[in-house]
């Protein structure tokens, strides 16, 4: 068998090891925004009649499990990872609040211009802390109250009331950002104790089953130029996938994370170049106020880890 370390060292050390690098981190976590922009904007297309006929969400949905598995599986054959005995219960529910955040955010997406939705997403770390407390008896700070109430403003700002589409698609954007929030706590369980790609391979292929069941009852047929788009969003969101997972297990969560907000200025940059959206001063005040209060949640979180003396 052809040994995967001849691939090259630095090959391995990046898809096999996850030892602690900061800088390493941070580019796997921008190399993500841009891709995970790149999803939406492909959600986009394939939700509106750009393409054809617009396909429901929970179908587009179904194809970004079914192509990501389908990579994952390859990369498995070719890396031969170890396998650890895996935490279904974890793997279970961070797939479906993945499954429903995601559809979601591709509803979203269809609907409001792609930096509103994206940016609305940015309050994930709100429900993430407020799950926290929740779910895990973390004790909170003045400053981190404020900064999630900034956020929450900002988010209120692109919810754009009186104007009653977008006030939906901000709506699913913004349930979107909740449930991905939950998410986020078992992602970072999952990547202390699993490596990426087993960690991938089990999502993704719980992912295709729950998909898959629920296609059944939406499922119409694609066009040729829908399939292509198809393939692509699922590829495009295992490349993030594996990108994302990949920062969070070199880095804390806390230094990390900030990276994330490239995001925004990647979608705005698709939407315009594509569909000639120019965001507008809403936009770009809800967007701003949003990633004021994302960004003070992690400059606390960052203080809160520094060791004492």
């Not at 997406?109 to 929740?134: G, K």
């Not at 009653?164 to 979107?176: K, P, V």
Request: hydrophobic share 60%; with cysteine; charged share 10%.
């Amino acid at each position: 068998m052809f040994p995967v370390e001849r691939l090259g060292a630095p090959f391995y050390q990046c898809v096999m090891k996850t030892t602690p690098n900061p800088g390493l981190a941070a580019a796997f976590m921008v190399l993500a925004s841009a891709l995970l922009a790149g999803t939406t904007l492909l959600a986009k297309a394939l939700g509106t009649d750009t393409l054809g006929q617009p396909l429901h969400p929970m179908q587009v949905s179904q194809a970004r499990f079914m192509f990501a598995f389908a990579v994952v599986a390859m990369a498995t054959a070719i890396l031969r990872p170890t396998f650890k005995r895996p935490a279904w219960s974890l793997h279970v529910a961070r797939t479906l609040c993945g499954w429903t955040g995601v559809t979601l955010m591709f509803a979203a997406s269809a609907r409001i211009p792609l930096a509103d939705a994206t940016a609305i997403s940015f309050t994930n770390p709100v429900f993430t802390m407020l799950l926290a407390i929740l779910l895990l008896g973390e004790r909170v700070g003045p400053w981190r109250w404020a900064a999630a109430a900034v956020a929450l403003v900002g988010g209120l700002i692109l919810l754009r009331p009186g104007g009653d589409s977008l006030q939906l698609g901000a709506l699913f954007a913004l349930a979107a950002a909740a449930i991905t929030g939950m998410e986020i706590i078992f992602i970072k369980q999952l990547s202390d104790r699993e490596r990426p790609i087993p960690l991938m391979l089990v999502n993704n292929g719980i992912g295709l089953i729950l998909s898959s069941i629920a296609l059944a009852f939406v499922f119409q047929s694609p066009t040729a130029m829908q399939w292509a788009a198809l393939a692509l969003l699922g590829v495009t969101m295992a490349a993030a996938q594996f990108c994302f997972i990949n920062a969070m297990s070199r880095a804390d969560a806390s230094y990390v994370v900030p990276f994330s907000y490239a995001t925004l200025v990647f979608a705005a940059v698709y939407d315009l170049a594509l569909f000639g959206v120019l965001p507008d001063a809403i936009s770009v005040v809800g967007a701003g106020i949003i990633l004021l209060g994302a960004a003070v949640l992690a400059w606390r979180e960052a203080l809160s880890k520094r060791p004492q003396g």
